[in-house]
């Protein structure tokens, strides 16, 4: 996969609020997506267009289905927690499909 320079990468996650500064700060080599910088320009693109959205706006990527949302999100689903049963924002980055 082609690297991406570090000015590339913050200026594609800019922005966003709380969620955006989650995204930042969350080690996604841990998850099946992989470091930031080997994404895919097609995720790169969902997610700046995600955050940069006041529509609620979910990604659902991969085969794992790995979630990436907005701030808009949790209030559409009005309850994340009574859904789910965990607290925001334990969605993000989990896997919610497919094989883990």
């Known amino acids: 996969m082609i690297k991406l320079d570090t000015e590339s990468t913050e200026q594609f996650l800019s922005g966003g609020g709380e969620m955006g500064e989650l995204i930042r ?16 320009q097609s995720l790169r693109t969902s ?15 991969g085969p794992e289905t790995i979630q990436i949302y907005n701030d808009s999100y949790p209030n559409l689903r009005c309850n994340a927690s009574s859904i789910y049963g965990h607290e925001f924002p334990y969605l993000l ?3 919610t499909g497919g094989s883990r």
């Open 25 to 40: 700060s969350m080690d996604w080599s841990k998850t099946p997506l992989g470091a930031v910088e080997t994404w895919p």
């Open 47 to 61: 997610v700046s267009l995600c955050l940069s959205s006041t529509f609620p706006i979910l990604i659902a990527w």
């Open 93 to 95: 980055g989990i896997c």
